[in-house]
């Protein structure tokens, strides 16, 4: 028994049906698009998750001024 019931056999039967019907060169188109956008899909998550730490720490930043910014004020006082 293989995935869900479906044997291997079964498997290798779909996989000569998509075969015939779609081509092994539109298959092959099909994948290397699906890898491209992948691929894009993980760079933009990447950069996406660079912002979000630069912002984190811009606002750490500020914060840190803002308190030092306080303490200052309530020294002159």
Known sequence: MGIGGIGI?????????VVMLFGTKKLRTLGSDLGGALRGFRSAMKD????KDEIED???T????????ASETAENK
């Open 9 to 17: 056999w079964q498997l290798l039967i779909i996989l000569l049906i």
């Open 62 to 69: 500020a914060g840190a001024e803002t308190v030092g910014a």
């Open 58 to 60: 811009q606002t750490e």
């Open 48 to 51: 996406d998750e660079g912002k």
